[in-house]
């Protein structure tokens, strides 16, 4: 179900970039005074804006539609649960692993002369 509305969902965003990349923009009706008027009529009498912004608005709804599905099923999904819940709870009193059965640690060599760490390999 949620790979179905992901889907749809980047179809509806693609489609939405399209949409407003294909819209004029408000500087651009001063060419129909210059002769460029008839190539509006290709879209119908009210030209190219009202279907071109009817459409972006209905492709803009359902892809915010689609973005509100996503986030519910992400939030009712099982493997959503936070960190904390899946992490086995410690009882009081539980005794800790002794300093023995942890790995021991390194200590780092000090170059005595100037009191830095020697160069890592490769500088």
């Given at each position: 179900m949620e790979g179905v509305v992901l889907g749809i969902h980047v179809l509806l965003a693609v489609t939405t970039i399209v949409l407003v990349l294909l819209q004029q923009g408000k500087g651009a009706d001063a060419g129909a005074a210059f002769g460029s008027g008839a190539s509006g009529t290709v879209f119908g009498a009210g030209g190219p804006g009202t279907f071109l912004q009817r459409t972006?608005?209905?492709?803009?709804?359902?892809?915010?539609?689609?973005?509100?599905?996503?986030?519910?099923?992400?939030?009712?999904?099982?493997?959503?649960?936070?960190?904390?819940?899946?992490?086995?709870?410690?009882?009081?009193?539980?005794?800790?692993?002794?300093?023995?059965?942890?790995?021991?640690?390194?200590?780092?060599?000090?170059?005595?002369?100037?009191?830095?760490?020697?160069?890592?390999?490769?500088d």
């Open positions: 972006t608005t209905l492709v803009a709804t359902a892809f915010f539609v689609t973005s509100l599905t996503l986030a519910v099923l992400a939030a009712h999904r099982s493997d959503s649960a936070s960190v904390l819940d899946r992490t086995a709870p410690v009882e009081m009193g539980e005794e800790l692993p002794a300093d023995e059965d942890l790995p021991a640690m390194e200590e780092p060599v000090v170059d005595e002369e100037d009191g830095d760490l020697p160069p890592i390999d490769g």
